[in-house]
T-cell receptor, first 116, second 116 residues
Framework: AQSVTQLGSHVSVSEGALVLLRCNYSSSVPPYLFWYVQYPNQGLQLLLKYTSAATLVKGINGFEAEFKKSETSFHLTKPSAHMSDAAEYFCAVSPYSGAGSYQLTFGKGTKLSVIP | GAGVSQSPSNKVTEKGKDVELRCDPISGHTALYWYRQRLGQGLEFLIYFQGNSAPDKSGLPSDRFSAERTGESVSTLTIQRTQQEDSAVYLC??????????????FGQGTRLTVV
């Protein structure tokens, strides 16, 4: 079964510093990949998605992710962290599960803390 | 509706009681997913409905858990004889077309279940 691995359950950065959240997927075929964000006591919302149109994907709030097939990675970055970025971030993969259906599997999440 | 709606938002139940959680997906969305999120944990897949296909129940943790969906509308997740380890936030998501893996999933706010 296809899956995603997020390295680091908790990442802390200083305000203004680079944000790097890591995600690796297991697949022999490049799947559809997503990053979602969950703010405290809220549901999940989409940050960005990779659908094979371009390897560098730009999302909301200044985030972007680069798909690297050779490394089976889809790491999330933001050049300068803001206090409002403190949240939990989930990487997800949408593998084909047969009969015209696509599953949606999430990593365990990375909690981002931003230090003033 | 404008978004995915889940009810109740909070549920406290006694151990051994049955509970029913409801999800109203976005109108027209053929795919519907249920996830469980324990405190401080990632999203654990429970079940997936896609149109009129047989649901993917591979994530249901025990036979105490079941779910139904009426056509492409409301879904209910039922937990029988609840246990304390069932305490979690139960999240529902819907997608416009689960037959295309590149579409965004929209999440409800979740139902926080507490078993005492």
């Amino acid at each position: 079964a296809q899956s995603v691995t997020q390295l680091g359950s908790h990442v802390s950065v200083s305000e203004g510093a680079l944000v790097l959240l890591r995600c690796n997927y297991s697949s022999s075929v490049p799947p559809y990949l997503f990053w979602y964000v969950q703010y405290p006591n809220q549901g999940l919302q989409l940050l960005l998605k990779y659908t094979s149109a371009a390897t560098l994907v730009k999302g909301i709030n200044g985030f972007e992710a680069e798909f690297k097939k050779s490394e089976t990675s889809f790491h999330l970055t933001k050049p300068s962290a803001h206090m409002s970025d403190a949240a939990e971030y989930f990487c997800a993969v949408s593998p084909y599960s047969g009969a015209g259906s696509y599953q949606l599997t999430f990593g365990k999440g990375t909690k981002l803390s931003v230090i003033p | 509706g404008a978004g995915v709606s889940q009810s109740p938002s909070n549920k406290v139940t006694e151990k051994g009681k049955d509970v029913e959680l409801r999800c109203d997906p976005i109108s027209g969305h053929t795919a519907l997913y249920w996830y469980r999120q324990r405190l401080g944990q990632g999203l654990e897949f429970l079940i997936y409905f896609q149109g009129n296909s047989a649901p993917d129940k591979s994530g249901l943790p025990s036979d105490r858990f079941s779910a139904e969906r009426t056509g492409e509308s409301v879904s209910t997740l039922t937990i029988q004889r609840t246990q304390q380890e069932d305490s979690a936030v139960y999240l529902c998501a819907s997608r416009l077309d689960g037959g295309r893996g590149n579409t965004e999933a929209f999440f409800g706010q979740g139902t926080r279940l507490t078993v005492v």
